[in-house]
């Protein structure tokens, strides 16, 4: 059977769940974030001056800026990130460390994962996954 458009979507959605499932859980239980929490903190983390607007969380975090809002919450309680004026957010140091210490777990998740891969297949997997990213039919409007 000739694998359709749908198939190919809901293979990458899978995947997608998968990782989550396994990154979410392992996050959780030795540092205390979810992976959507974990995202956030590396986007500033990987952000200039560790500071970025609201609206640049959106897309990356997969949510409604709504759910963004909601999820800084518990991230400024711990200190982890302070809202600026402007509708910025900034990351402070105890989240940098903490996103230091949780990326060194989900690298090695992610090796695993990746582990049947050899690098060629990799950078094939990472060009066609940046080309469905850059699919103007996947913008919200």
């Given at each position: ?61 997969g949510v409604r800026m709504s ?33 230091t210490e949780a990326a060194v ?37």
């Open positions: 059977m000739k694998a359709n458009a749908l198939d190919d979507c809901l293979q990458v959605s899978l995947a997608h769940a998968s990782l989550t499932l396994k990154l979410d859980d392992v996050l959780g239980l030795f540092h205390g974030l979810s992976l959507g929490e974990f995202i956030l903190l590396r986007l500033l983390a990987q952000a200039e001056g560790g500071r970025l607007p609201l609206a640049g969380l959106v897309r990356p975090l759910a963004v809002v909601r999820q800084l919450a518990p991230l400024e309680k711990t200190g982890y990130l302070q809202r600026e004026p402007g509708r910025m957010v900034a990351l402070r140091p105890a989240g940098r460390a903490r996103v777990t989900a690298e090695a998740v992610c090796s695993e994962a990746l582990a049947g891969m050899d690098d060629a297949a990799r950078e094939r997997l990472r060009a066609m996954l940046s080309q469905l990213c850059r699919s103007t039919v996947l913008e919200l409007t």
